[in-house]
């Protein structure tokens, strides 16, 4: 689905993605850890266009997608959240997720002008694609709450409900468990696994080790910026350099 | 004059404007460096500068360096509370509050000034009036003493932050915020310390500025203007980028009323910024990009 | 009914506005009154591209004045008849609003906003020294009123009044219009979070450019119908004070609520007129009350209403659930989702 090869980004001399080639297959769930500044989320930035590449090659379902601009490679289909979610405080968690659909719409300033039905009806669309996908993260329940009143893990769940109002093919997940206590974690575990069940391909970034080993397919390690080691979660558990990168860092895995 | 001569004469303009617009960019820059906040008060903070000093040298009789002491003083004073009353409070606030009360702060400093010494222009005995020949430029002392004085000033900033341990915190804190506060380092007093010294820089390049110019409430609008415009082209927080987009201003506004026009010189500043900001949106000596 | 409700504070607003010519003592007070709905109307642009998509555009003053100057040199130097003017003073304004926008919106936050201010300037200092063309600092003297459309003639004050709510109303409505569609909320994402707008597939510049000229059309009609107004143009009118003005009347009425901007501005300017004897010193006044808002209040009137009303709507829907009741409605829903944003509040717990 997404084939990364020979990526690099150079902030100022520092690589903070060097020369990483990774594979991220249709259907399945592909993780990636390393210690804090390894490169994660700078490597998830690449690929959805927040960056600009130094160099390298992304493929999203054979169409590369290098340098390309981040709304373009969300309407291609690659959904992500962030490691800190900036959701608008002040109004309706529905209200929030309502604009998630905006980009499968066309009505443009004159539709508003004149309030025309192509208006009206991609809103109501945008509406039952934000109940939608609220149900699908099992929020229906908060909707109408004002965003800056719910829990931490509520949260991260609308972010999910964001991504997935999108329509993507492909949801990048960038610490989706940060700050969210083990009980919640297992839930969202499970949210991603029904995310996988329904057809979405999900890259994963994590420090929580139990959760990763538990759902991934695969894992690529990171550390300053290169693919370390990767495999299956067993493979990788096993693997002298992961140990060593992550007893070497002061930031050992939570 | 021969046109080498009137060559040279634009010359010490150009580096007269441009210690002027360094020194006011340098408090600016600082400023930025530590708070992230474009303080469009800085303008007022020159303004009242200009206004105290006059006031202690005309209404009082006092010396001018006096003067320039105590108007520094006064600015650097205001600054502070600027800084603990305004934009402490505002530290989280969205990003477009706290530079509308910065513009809250501009307002009323000009208002108050206007209520106290109307809206006239007014013009501030030079302590100097003799001519001053170095080589086969002429000039009057007080150009002479704003290169010097903004010379002296800007060596005098470099030393302080590379020396002491209170300037390298201004350094360290300006490049990286939260990577200061973890090596405990207290970020409010130098926050505090660095309005003192934004204001007090002000202020001194305003009363070097003002016997050769004249002193008014709307003084500060352009002087700030352009010297954000010398911050964007050296690079928000950098001091050396504030000296030199100082004095590429003031060389182009020298040379562009001496050769183009001069009604249009003070224009020449924000076009070139435009210029700049279409082809590098980032600024000139930035490398960021996405 | 329900409808009424909702929308109450318009229509009592509205009403006081259609009655205020006839509880007003005299023409001053609707000349006053008129001269507000003007800038309330250049305010609410400016609120459009500052409150709801988040760019603090410090050039707005000088669009204003360049739908003023349209307006004034096309009706006076080129014998243009007045209400083709208008409407190009909106066009104008918004066609080099255009060309600013698409230099000026690439540069984020801060830059954004220095570089409009120098545009602000930059504009300024054009209208007064490009004498052949505006005339310099004697300003352009002897703008016509609005001539009479069909039957209706606008030479008393009232009538004149009359035209000026008709256009802020329209205004209005057409804001309305913009900020509760899908537009609106693409701008609200973007204000929120250009990060987080792009990555939902939002195209930033395209969306920050439409909302940048719209509200440089705001303020180019606003200016025209000032110059017709006020029948004299200066540069002054490009001062940069003024978007300072237009900011204040944002934040006191409520930043990125559609009533804000006039409310803000009604009240800013009847608060002025009371305070006539300050004069040129009123920001003694208003400069702090500026700093007090932003820390103290910054959502202002109708935004902290608005606030307390989702807050209570959402309560309600709270309790609702905990008592049992099958889970909302789709309606109760939609009765908060108003897309009307309500302040800026994202990124503060960044
Ligand atoms: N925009 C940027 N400009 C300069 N340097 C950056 C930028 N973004 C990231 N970096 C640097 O790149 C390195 C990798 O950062 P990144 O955020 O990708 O790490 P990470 O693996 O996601 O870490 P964490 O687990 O803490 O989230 C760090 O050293 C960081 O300082
Ligand atoms: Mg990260």
Known sequence: MLNVKGLTKRFGGLAAVNNVDADFEKGKITAIIGPNGAGKTTFFNLVAGTHKPTSGKILFQGKEINAMRADLVARLGIARTFQTTHLFENASVFDNIIVGHRLRTHSGFWDVMVNSRRLRNEEQICRKRAMEVLDFVGLADLAPRITADISQEARKRVAFALAMATDPEMVLLDEPAGGVNPDETVGLSELIKKMVVHGYTVGLIEHKMDMIMGIADKIIVLDHGEKIAEGSPAEVRSNPLVIEAYLGSEHAAA | ?290 | ?350
């Open chain 3, 1 to 350: 009914m329900k409808y009424l409700v909702q929308k109450g504070g318009w229509l009592i607003l509205l009403l006081l506005c259609v009655a205020f010519p006839l509880v007003s003592s005299n023409d001053y007070q609707l000349y006053v009154m008129s001269l507000a709905f003007i800038w309330a109307i250049a305010a609410s642009g400016l609120n459009l591209v500052t409150g709801f998509t988040g760019q603090l555009n410090l050039a707005h003053g000088g669009f204003m004045a360049i739908g003023a100057y349209t307006l004034g040199v096309l009706t006076v130097d080129y014998g243009v008849p007045f209400w083709i003017a208008f409407l190009l003073s909106g066009a104008v304004s918004a066609f080099i609003g255009y060309f600013v926008g698409i230099v000026s919106l690439r540069l984020k936050e801060h830059y954004f906003a220095i570089f409009t201010l120098c545009v602000g300037f930059i504009l300024y200092l054009l209208i007064e020294k490009w004498e052949a063309l505006t005339h310099g600092t004697s300003g352009v003297i002897g703008v016509p009123a609005p001539p009479p459309i069909g039957p209706v003639s606008f030479e008393s004050a009232i009538s004149q009044y009359y035209l000026v709510l008709f256009l802020l109303v329209v205004s209005l409505f057409l804001m309305h219009r913009i900020v509760t569609s899908l537009l609106g909320r693409t701008f609200i994402a973007i204000r929120n979070s250009e990060e987080l707008a792009e990555a939902l597939g939002i195209n930033l510049m395209r969306n920050k450019v439409l909302s940048f000229v719209l509200s440089t059309f705001f303020a180019g009609i606003a200016g025209g119908m000032f110059a017709g107004f006020v029948r004299f143009i200066g540069p002054d009118i490009a001062h940069v004070m003024h978007t300072f003005d237009m900011i204040t009347f944002m934040l006191v009425g409520g930043i990125g609520t559609l009533l804000g901007p006039i409310v803000g501005t009604l009240l800013v300017t009847w608060l002025t007129q009371s305070l006539q004897f300050l004069q040129d010193f009123r920001m003694i006044v208003f400069g702090p009350l500026l700093v007090l808002l932003v820390i103290f209040f910054p959502h202002g009137l109708v935004g902290s209403y608005k606030i307390w009303q989702v807050k209570r709507a959402a309560k309600r829907a709270a309790e609702a659930q905990q008592a049992g009741t099958p889970i909302q409605s789709k309606s109760r829903i939609e009765t908060n989702a108003s897309g009307e944003g309500v302040g800026e509040e994202a990124r503060s717990n960044a």
């Open chain 2, 1 to 290: 004059m021969s046109s080498i001569d009137l060559f040279f004469q634009q010359i010490l303009n150009g580096l007269t404007l441009g210690s002027v617009y360094g020194l006011v960019a340098l408090g600016l820059t600082l400023v930025y460096g530590i708070l992230h906040v474009p303080n469009f008060s800085h303008g007022a903070l020159y303004m009242v500068g200009a206004f105290v000093a006059f006031f202690l040298i005309v209404d009082l009789g006092i010396n001018y360096w006096v003067a320039m002491i105590g108007a520094a003083a006064v600015v650097a004073i205001l600054g502070v509370l600027s800084e603990r009353l305004v934009f402490t409070p505002l530290r989280h606030a969205p990003p477009i509050h706290d530079k509308i009360a910065a513009i809250g702060v501009l307002l009323f400093l000009e208002a108050v000034i206007m209520a106290i010494w109307g809206a006239e222009f007014r013009r501030m005995p030079a302590p100097y009036t003799e001519m001053l020949s170095i080589g086969n430029v002429a000039a009057p002392a007080q150009r002479w003493l704003i290169i010097a004085g903004a010379l002296l000033l800007m060596a005098a900033l470099h030393l302080f932050l590379k020396k002491t341990i209170a300037g390298s915190t201004i350094s360290a804190l300006a490049q990286n915020r939260e990577g200061a506060s973890l090596v405990g380092i207290d970020a409010s007093r130098v926050a505090m310390l660095t309005f003192a010294i934004s204001g007090a820089l002000a202020a001194v390049a305003a009363v070097l500025f003002a016997p050769i110019n004249l002193v008014y409430p709307a003084m500060g609008h352009l002087v700030i203007m352009k010297a954000f415009v010398i911050i964007i082209l050296g690079g928000m927080g950098s001091v050396p980028g504030a000296i030199l987009g100082g004095m590429i201003i003031g060389f182009a506004e020298s040379f562009g009323a001496f050769y183009i026009s001069t009604d249009y010189k003070d224009i020449i500043a924000f076009v070139l910024l435009v210029v700049i900001l279409s082809f590098r949106p980032n600024g000139l000596f930035t490398q960021g990009e996405r």
